[in-house]
């Protein structure tokens, strides 16, 4: 896992939960607990209303497709081996949107609107980054 | 009643292309002489230079924050020198700053001056500079982003939304290059595509095929600006800004909640039309720059030409297109001029000033009174509208 090339995610250090909690596979989702946004992507104080009072709580993992577009060429080198991939805007559940890929499914199987949950890739023995796959309703 | 205090009296430019030859201040000193020999001023009257920032260019960048340029072109006049950088919208706060300059007493003569030249940076390093540029590099960049796979998210979100179909999304880059075929000092003079050419290239980030995406270019442009007064006193053929909006959407875009930046369009064009005490039946040239084909859809729509969703079915008709009834983005924006970074802006500015002053040749629009032009930067941090005029109204 030492040869991962691709570029890890520069933390901050109000962030590090989220990455922490990645590592566990829990995707966490930081909220102000004093005006009750839910906040994505994480801060240093409550983007709403500037309070250091805040928290985290763990997201269910489900979500949809927002918009998403199928790579096929010009990326660096380094992403090269994956094309094509699916990158992704998915709107989670609690109302959170993230940037992600699509995994495990052929990338044509993607729509807007479809229903993702999410998957963990880890990458490093520091990182585990959270993807998303389709999640038909039964 | 609008109060114009700039007005750009010269322009100089060098055709988009690939020079891996000429060194970036040759083609500074080509543009800048130009400009001041199109203004008829002597090079003491420039009393300020306001450079755009380059993009992908950081040791060009450093000499010019650090003043080299007045230095190398012996400005003995030279007040002050500054750079500013917003992405695709620098020149437009070029002209914001030298506008407070020429307001203040500072500078009554400014230069503003832009090069780039991608072609001698290695592909790995541009394609870098583009995969970070206005993306996040905790929260976007590890999933692999890219301008393209940015925008085919957008435009991807922008057909599912309207209807807007393939061939009308194709159709846009065929209007755009019909423009540039126009264009002399575009890389794509006399070369028009047909809608099979853009649909039948390759798909690089669906939705977007190759010829939907940008070709990044090696280019130069300069103007001159000053007050309105001093203006009309050097020149026959004077353009004034008369209004300026604009409206910050978010660095991000996964957290944009205008995604499709539609509402910063028309807000920021409406206090631009209010300023200049104009509306839009008024203008007559819409120098639309967004880099891709969508946001010329989205334009149209935010300034209230088309309906939501009927913006492609007007662009296939061609109402857009040389000898339409609504010319829009005359040197066929970045996709019809190739991509000069934080370029495109200033080549935009330049082609209000030829329309205005009736010298644009081939593309120019008859009796044009008034222009309006957008400019965005990063990956759509912000929305930027500015009304140029031959004459205050």
Known sequence: MSEYKKPLPVVQPWSKPFWEAAKRHRLMIQTCNDCGLKIF?????????????????????????????????????????????????????????????????????????????????????????????????? | MSKAKLAIIGIGEVPTGRYPERSRWDIIYEVCLQAVRNAGIEKKDIKGVISVAPQAQPWLTSEISFGKIPEELGLKGCKDVCI??????????????????????????????????????????????????????????????????????????????????????????????????????????????????????????????????????????????????LASEITGTPVYKLGHGARYVGACPVLREDFLVRNGWSEAAKDALDQAGLIKEDVDVFEFYGAYPLNQCVMLEAVGICEIGRAGKFIMEGHTSPGGKLPCATIGDAIGRGHTGSGVSMANYIECARQLIGKAGERQVPNCRFVLATAAGGSGMNATVTIWGREIP
């Open chain 1, 41 to 138: 992507y994480p801060r240093k104080y409550c983007p709403d209303c500037w309070s250091a009072n805040l928290g985290w709580f763990e997201a269910s993992g489900r979500g949809k497709v927002f918009s998403y577009s199928i790579t096929m060429a010009g990326v660096e080198e380094r992403f090269a081996e994956d094309l094509p991939f699916v990158l992704a805007l998915v709107d989670l559940e609690e109302g959170i949107r993230m940037m992600t890929n699509i995994v495990e499914c052929k990338p044509d199987e993607v729509s807007i609107g479809m229903d993702v949950k999410v998957t963990f890739r880890d990458v490093t023995d520091e990182f585990s980054l959270p993807m998303f796959k389709l999640n038909p309703k039964k």
């Open chain 2, 84 to 229: 500013c950088n917003a992405g695709g919208a620098s020149t437009t706060n070029c002209l914001r700053l030298a506008e407070q300059w020429i307001d203040s007493g500072i500078a009554n003569i400014v230069l503003i001056p832009h090069v780039t030249v991608h072609s001698t940076i290695p592909i790995e390093e541009v394609i870098s500079f583009f995969g970070t540029a206005g993306m996040d590099l905790q929260w976007e960049y590890p999933f692999g982003t890219t301008y393209n796979g940015m925008m085919g998210m957008v435009t991807q979100r922008y057909m599912y939304e309207t209807g807007t179909t393939a061939e009308e999304l194709a159709s846009v880059v065929v209007a755009l290059r019909k423009w540039a075929a126009l264009d002399p000092n575009s890389m794509f003079y006399k070369r028009p595509l047909s809608l099979e050419d853009v649909l039948s290239s390759k798909m690089v980030s669906t939705p977007l095929h190759a010829r939907e995406c940008n070709v990044l270019a090696d280019g130069g442009g300069a103007m001159i600006v000053t007050s309105a007064e």
